[in-house]
C-alpha cells in the first residue's frame, strides 16, 4: 500500500512529532499509553488500565506481554524513561507543557508507574493518548541518542508496522510486525510506503492515477475532481482543528490587539471558504472547534459559542481603525508554504486585506519542511508577523488549546500574555471533575475572542482519499495518533 504525504516528517522522534507529516507516520509504528479513539474518548493503549487515586496522580497499569519490534518486552521502565525525556533540557521536548507541572515520574510496581504533579493535572491523562504519550524502548533509546528518530536510525516501538528505510525526500518504508500484541489491530497490509510529494497538484494527480493509494489533507478544491474521477472516494470525518492566522511578532503592527481586529474585519472570511476550501468549511470565531465540547454538556456548549465576537467585513470600520491606531504604512511580513491551493488563498486574501486597510505586506514563500520549522524554531519565526496554521488538538478537550496559549507556553508563538485568562486556564485544568473544568474554561474562548493571539478564519472537516482498492479506515483526525492504517484492507 502507498500514502502520499506533503512533506518529509521533521523526526520520527515522539518528543518533536508535532505536526501532521510526523504524526501521521508515527501513529501507525508508535503507540502511546491511552489510546486515541475516533470520537475523540480514551481508552486503554500499552497501559492496559489508569486512575487517578489523588488529584496529582496519575497510576498507569503497563500491558504484560507486549513486544518492541527488536523483540524484546515492553516493561515499567521503558515507560518511565520514555516519559522522562519530555523532562530533560537536553532533549528539548516540544511536548515539554504537558509535563510542566510533573515532579517524579516512578516505577511503582513490577506492572505500574505512577506520575506525580505539583498540582492537579485534568488534561494530563488524555494527553497521554498523544506524542506525549509514546513509549520506546529504554535500551534502543540510550543506545541511538541523538540519532533516535531520523533518517538513518529509525525507532523501534510496538506499534503494527515497523520502520524499515527512510529515503529523506523520497519516501518512508514500513512493513507489518507479525508479533504485534492487539490481533484486532493487525495490519492488513504487508508493506506501507509513505510517497513524499511537496507538490499538491502532483499528489492530486497520482491520487486520480492510482500511483499511490490514498492520502490525507486533501485540497478542498480537488475534492469535486477526485471525487468525479472514478478512482475512489473522499471521505469527510471528524477534526479538531481550525485554520487561523497566527500572530507571531509582538514588536510588529499586530502586537496591537487593535490592529488584529482590524486584519480580520478586513477579510471576507464567507468569501475565503469558498475560495481557499471550494466551500468546505465553515466560518468560525472560537480557536476551538464545536467537536471538542461535545462532552462538555449542552449548557456549557452553547456558552462556549454564544455572545462571541463576530467581526463582520467591514473594510471602512476596519480602516478607521488603522488610522486611530496610527500605524498606516506599516509592514506585515505574511510567511506560506506551497502545501495546497488554501495556503495560497489564504495568503493573498490576508495580503489584499491589509493593503486594504492602509498597511503594507508582503508574502514569503518557504519550502514545506521550512513552513514546519516556524513552530518548532524561534529564529525561523524572527522576519514573519504572520502565518496560517490548521491547527489540531491532539486530545478531544478545549483545554488542549487554551492550555497553549497561557503565558511562556511553547506553542504561545506570539508571547501573547493575559494574566486573567492565565488564572481561568490554570483553575480550569487543576479542576478533576471534566464537566465542571470545561464549565469553568468557557470565559477563556471569550478572551481569545476579544484579543486575537491568533485569527480565527474558518472550522474545515477532515479530508481522506482512498482509492477503489482498498477500504477499511476512518477518515477522523484521530489518524494522528492511532494506528489508522492497520485497518485499512482489500475491498
Not at 430 to 447: C, N, Y
Request: charged fraction near 20%.
Amino acid at each position: 500500500m502507498t500514502w502520499s504525504t506533503y512533506a518529509d516528517p521533521y523526526s520520527l522522534d515522539y518528543a518533536y512529532a508535532f505536526d501532521y507529516a510526523d504524526n501521521q507516520v508515527l501513529a501507525n509504528v508508535c503507540e502511546s499509553l491511552v489510546r486515541f479513539n475516533e470520537d475523540l474518548t480514551v481508552s486503554p493503549g500499552l497501559a492496559s488500565g489508569y486512575e487517578n487515586p489523588t488529584p496529582t496522580t496519575w497510576v498507569y497499569t503497563i500491558r504484560e506481554g507486549v513486544k518492541f519490534h527488536d523483540g524484546t518486552t515492553l516493561t515499567a521502565d521503558d515507560v518511565v524513561a520514555s516519559m522522562n525525556r519530555h523532562l530533560d533540557p537536553e532533549i528539548g521536548s516540544f511536548w515539554y507543557s504537558v509535563y510542566a507541572d510533573v515532579v517524579s515520574i516512578e516505577k511503582t510496581g513490577e506492572h505500574e508507574v505512577t506520575v506525580t504533579s505539583s498540582v492537579p493535572n485534568a488534561l494530563f491523562n488524555e494527553a497521554m493518548s498523544g506524542s506525549a504519550g509514546v513509549i520506546e524502548s529504554a535500551a534502543t533509546l540510550n543506545k541511538l541518542g541523538a540519532d533516535y528518530g531520523n533518517s538513518s536510525a529509525g525507532v523501534n516501538c510496538t506499534g503494527p508496522f515497523e520502520f524499515q528505510e527512510w529515503k529523506s525526500g523520497e519516501r518512508i518504508s514500513l512493513t507489518r510486525f507479525d508479533e504485534y500484541w492487539d490481533p484486532e489491530l493487525m495490519a492488513k497490509a504487508k508493506q506501507l510506503d509513505f510517497v513524499i510529494m511537496n507538490d499538491p497538484a502532483a499528489r492530486v494527480n497520482a491520487l486520480k492515477s492510482g500511483e499511490v493509494d490514498g492520502g490525507w489533507l486533501i485540497p478542498s478544491n480537488a475534492v469535486a475532481d477526485l471525487n468525479g474521477s472514478g478512482a475512489g472516494q473522499i471521505y469527510f470525518g471528524l477534526n479538531t482543528a481550525v485554520n487561523s492566522l497566527i500572530a507571531s511578532n509582538p514588536e510588529g503592527p499586530l502586537g496591537n490587539p487593535e490592529v488584529r481586529k482590524a486584519l480580520i474585519m478586513a477579510i471576507d472570511r464567507d468569501a475565503l471558504v469558498q475560495a481557499a476550501e471550494a466551500g468546505y468549511a465553515e466560518r468560525t470565531n472560537a480557536l476551538t472547534t464545536k467537536s471538542v465540547w461535545e462532552n462538555a454538556g449542552d449548557d456549557t456548549k452553547e456558552a462556549a459559542f454564544s455572545d462571541l465576537v463576530d467581526y463582520p467585513y467591514d473594510v471602512e470600520a476596519a480602516t478607521a481603525i488603522i488610522k486611530e491606531q496610527g500605524v498606516e504604512g506599516e509592514e506585515i511580513t505574511i510567511t506560506t508554504a506551497p502545501m495546497g491551493n488554501n495556503f495560497a488563498v489564504v495568503a493573498q486574501a490576508t495580503a489584499a486585506a491589509a493593503e486594504s486597510i492602509g498597511l503594507k505586506a508582503t508574502i514569503n514563500t518557504v519550502t514545506p519542511n521550512a513552513y514546519t520549522a516556524l513552530f518548532s524554531d524561534p529564529e525561523a519565526r524572527k522576519a514573519t508577523d504572520l502565518f496560517f496554521t490548521s491547527w489540531y488538538l491532539s486530545t478531544g478537550n478545549p483545554l488542549d488549546m487554551f492550555s497553549i496559549l497561557r503565558t511562556g507556553d511553547f506553542s504561545n508563538y506570539g508571547g501573547w500574555s493575559d494574566p486573567e485568562y492565565d488564572t481561568i486556564v490554570n483553575d480550569a485544568l487543576q479542576t478533576m471533575d471534566r464537566t465542571e473544568g470545561l464549565a469553568a474554561s468557557v470565559p477563556a474562548q471569550k478572551i481569545l475572542n476579544e484579543q486575537l493571539p491568533w485569527l480565527p478564519l474558518y472550522e474545515p472537516p477532515n479530508l481522506l482519499w482512498m482509492n477503489e482498492r482498498i477500504t477499511g479506515t476512518s477518515p477522523s483526525i484521530n489518524y494522528l495518533y492511532y494506528p489508522w492504517a492497520a485497518r485499512i484492507g482489500a475491498k
